[in-house]
C-alpha cells in the first residue's frame, strides 16, 4: 500500500517508474521465460518462485519482474543494493526475516540489485536464511552469475536470463504510456510510427531508455496553435543525443549482411564502411562486435584462434571503456578478423555434431570409457603411450564419423 508521500509526488516520478507493470500480463517481452507454459510462468503464478538470479542488459525488466514476484506471493518484500548494502544491514534483514517467518509463517522476499558486486563475506551472510527458508533470494545483475558471483549463492539459485526488448515490443510500452493516465495522455501528443520506431531502435533494447527519451521530448517539445506537441524522428533522435536512423529495417538488415560478407571476404575497408554506417544511424556498436565474435569462429576458427581473443576484447571494451574510444578496439577486431585466413572447419564441425547428437542420442558409449565400471580398466591412458594411442571413442553407429579435418602443415 502506498504512503501519503508517495501517492502526494508520484506526479514528480520518470516516466519509466510511473510505467512500471504492476501485473504480469503487462510486462512486454521475455517470452522465452514468461510466455505461457514457460517455467518461470508457471512458478509465478502457482506463488512457488524459488530463490533465483535474473541477469540480462539494463532496462529489461528484471527489477520490475521482482516486484510483481513479492506482490503476488503476499510476502513481505525488502529491497537493498549491493553497492550500498554493508554486512550489518543485510543480518539486520536476515534477523527479522527469521523473526516473521517464525512468528507469522511469512516469508520475505529480498531484492537485491546489482548482486554480482557482493562480497564473499555480504553473501556468506545470506546462507544460512536462504537454507532455512525464511529469505526468497531474487538478484538482479547484468552480469553473466557464472562467473561473477559466488558459487554457493549461485548454486541456490535458479538461473534465468532477460534479452534486449525487441522494437514491436518497446513500441507497444510507448504507445501505452501515451494513452494512459499515469503516463503522459494529459500533454496532447502527436507522433507517428517514424518517430515511435526510432526511440525503440535507438535505445538498444532498454526500456527504460526509451520511455526516458519519450518524456524529455514531450517536456522540452513547444506546444504549436492547436495546443499539440508534435514529436517527430528528428525530435526523438535529439532527445536520444543520437542520429536519427537513416534506413529502415529492410536497408538496416541489408547493411548489416553486407558487414558480415565483408569480414568473410576479407575486405577490411568495406568492414569498417558499412559497421561505422551503422553506427552512425544510431545502431550500438556492441551488435557489430558480438556479429565479430561470430564471424570469429565461422569463418576464422583454428586458422587464426587469437581473431576470437580480439572480438571478445572488442566487446569488452565498448562495454566497459565506451564510445569513442571503444571503436578503436572494434576496428582493430575487424582488421584482424579481415586479415586472418578463412577456415570454416569449426561451423562444418558444429552442425555435423548436432546433427548425429540429435539422431544417435541412444547409441552406446564404448564401455571403456564408462565411469567406474569392470569394462573402463581396458582403458587406454594416452599418456601413458606418449600422449596418444588408437582406440575408439565413438559409439559403433558413428566410429567412422570425422567432424574435424586436421590440415597437412606445408
Given at each position: 500500500m502506498n504512503n501519503l508521500f508517495e501517492d502526494l509526488h508520484n506526479d514528480k516520478k520518470p516516466l519509466a517508474e510511473k510505467m512500471r507493470p504492476k501485473t504480469l500480463d503487462d510486462v512486454v517481452g521475455q517470452k522465452h521465460i514468461l510466455g505461457k507454459g514457460k517455467l518461470l510462468r508457471r512458478l509465478i503464478e502457482a506463488k512457488r518462485v524459488p530463490s533465483c538470479i535474473f541477469y540480462g542488459p539494463p532496462g529489461t525488466g528484471k527489477t520490475t519482474l521482482a516486484r510483481i514476484i513479492a506482490d503476488t506471493s503476499n510476502s513481505n518484500?525488502?529491497?537493498?543494493?549491493?553497492?550500498?548494502?554493508?554486512?550489518?544491514?543485510?543480518?539486520?534483514?536476515?534477523?527479522k526475516a527469521k523473526n516473521d517467518f517464525e512468528l507469522y509463517g511469512k516469508k520475505t522476499y529480498l531484492l537485491l540489485d546489482e548482486c554480482h558486486r557482493w562480497t564473499k563475506a555480504q553473501s556468506d551472510s545470506l546462507l544460512a536464511s536462504l537454507e532455512n527458508g525464511y529469505i526468497i533470494f531474487v538478484g538482479c545483475t547484468t552480469e553473466n552469475p557464472s562467473y561473477s558471483m559466488t558459487r554457493a549463492i549461485v548454486s541456490r539459485c535458479s538461473v534465468f536470463e532477460f534479452k534486449p526488448l525487441d522494437a514491436n515490443d518497446i513500441v507497444t510500452v510507448l504507445k501505452r504510456a501515451l494513452t494512459c493516465e499515469e503516463g503522459l495522455k494529459d500533454y496532447n501528443i502527436k507522433t507517428d510510427d517514424e518517430a515511435l520506431k526510432y526511440f525503440a531502435t535507438a535505445c538498444g533494447g532498454d526500456v527504460r531508455s526509451a520511455l526516458n527519451g519519450l518524456e524529455i521530448a514531450a517536456i522540452t517539445t513547444p506546444v504549436n496553435k492547436k495546443g499539440e506537441i508534435i514529436i517527430t524522428k528528428d525530435v526523438a533522435s535529439e532527445c536520444l543525443q543520437r542520429k536519427a536512423l537513416s534506413l529502415n529495417d529492410d536497408v538496416y538488415y541489408h547493411i548489416l549482411s553486407a558487414y558480415c560478407k565483408s569480414l568473410r571476404g576479407s575486405d577490411a575497408t568495406a568492414a569498417l564502411y558499412y559497421a561505422n554506417r551503422l553506427i552512425e544511424a544510431g545502431v550500438e556498436p556492441q551488435v557489430l562486435a558480438r556479429r565479430l565474435i561470430a564471424h570469429s569462429s565461422e569463418d576464422v576458427g583454428l586458422s587464426a584462434p587469437n581473431?576470437?581473443?580480439?572480438?571478445?576484447?572488442?566487446?569488452?571494451?565498448?562495454?566497459?571503456?565506451?564510445?569513442?574510444?571503444?571503436?578503436?578496439?572494434?576496428?582493430?577486431?575487424?582488421?584482424?578478423?579481415?586479415e586472418s585466413p578463412k577456415d570454416n572447419r569449426v561451423v562444418i564441425a558444429k552442425d555435423m555434431a548436432i546433427d548425429d547428437a540429435k539422431n544417435h542420442s541412444d547409441d552406446?558409449?564404448?564401455?571403456?570409457?564408462?565411469?567406474?565400471?569392470?569394462?573402463?580398466?581396458?582403458?587406454?591412458?594416452?599418456?601413458?603411450?606418449?600422449?596418444?594411442?588408437?582406440?575408439?571413442?565413438?559409439?559403433?553407429?558413428?566410429?567412422?564419423?570425422?567432424?574435424?579435418?586436421?590440415?597437412?602443415?606445408?
Amino acid at each position: 500500500m502506498n504512503n501519503l508521500f508517495e501517492d502526494l509526488h508520484n506526479d514528480k516520478k520518470p516516466l519509466a517508474e510511473k510505467m512500471r507493470p504492476k501485473t504480469l500480463d503487462d510486462v512486454v517481452g521475455q517470452k522465452h521465460i514468461l510466455g505461457k507454459g514457460k517455467l518461470l510462468r508457471r512458478l509465478i503464478e502457482a506463488k512457488r518462485v524459488p530463490s533465483c538470479i535474473f541477469y540480462g542488459p539494463p532496462g529489461t525488466g528484471k527489477t520490475t519482474l521482482a516486484r510483481i514476484i513479492a506482490d503476488t506471493s503476499n510476502s513481505n518484500f525488502v529491497k537493498l543494493n549491493a553497492i550500498s548494502t554493508g554486512v550489518a544491514e543485510v543480518k539486520e534483514v536476515m534477523e527479522k526475516a527469521k523473526n516473521d517467518f517464525e512468528l507469522y509463517g511469512k516469508k520475505t522476499y529480498l531484492l537485491l540489485d546489482e548482486c554480482h558486486r557482493w562480497t564473499k563475506a555480504q553473501s556468506d551472510s545470506l546462507l544460512a536464511s536462504l537454507e532455512n527458508g525464511y529469505i526468497i533470494f531474487v538478484g538482479c545483475t547484468t552480469e553473466n552469475p557464472s562467473y561473477s558471483m559466488t558459487r554457493a549463492i549461485v548454486s541456490r539459485c535458479s538461473v534465468f536470463e532477460f534479452k534486449p526488448l525487441d522494437a514491436n515490443d518497446i513500441v507497444t510500452v510507448l504507445k501505452r504510456a501515451l494513452t494512459c493516465e499515469e503516463g503522459l495522455k494529459d500533454y496532447n501528443i502527436k507522433t507517428d510510427d517514424e518517430a515511435l520506431k526510432y526511440f525503440a531502435t535507438a535505445c538498444g533494447g532498454d526500456v527504460r531508455s526509451a520511455l526516458n527519451g519519450l518524456e524529455i521530448a514531450a517536456i522540452t517539445t513547444p506546444v504549436n496553435k492547436k495546443g499539440e506537441i508534435i514529436i517527430t524522428k528528428d525530435v526523438a533522435s535529439e532527445c536520444l543525443q543520437r542520429k536519427a536512423l537513416s534506413l529502415n529495417d529492410d536497408v538496416y538488415y541489408h547493411i548489416l549482411s553486407a558487414y558480415c560478407k565483408s569480414l568473410r571476404g576479407s575486405d577490411a575497408t568495406a568492414a569498417l564502411y558499412y559497421a561505422n554506417r551503422l553506427i552512425e544511424a544510431g545502431v550500438e556498436p556492441q551488435v557489430l562486435a558480438r556479429r565479430l565474435i561470430a564471424h570469429s569462429s565461422e569463418d576464422v576458427g583454428l586458422s587464426a584462434p587469437n581473431a576470437l581473443v580480439q572480438a571478445c576484447c572488442a566487446l569488452y571494451a565498448l562495454d566497459h571503456l565506451g564510445m569513442p574510444e571503444g571503436n578503436l578496439a572494434l576496428t582493430q577486431a575487424i582488421i584482424y578478423v579481415c586479415e586472418s585466413p578463412k577456415d570454416n572447419r569449426v561451423v562444418i564441425a558444429k552442425d555435423m555434431a548436432i546433427d548425429d547428437a540429435k539422431n544417435h542420442s541412444d547409441d552406446r558409449i564404448p564401455d571403456y570409457l564408462k565411469n567406474h565400471t569392470e569394462a573402463s580398466k581396458k582403458y587406454k591412458y594416452p599418456h601413458d603411450y606418449g600422449g596418444y594411442v588408437e582406440q575408439q571413442y565413438l559409439p559403433d553407429s558413428l566410429k567412422d564419423r570425422c567432424y574435424f579435418k586436421r590440415r597437412e602443415k606445408k
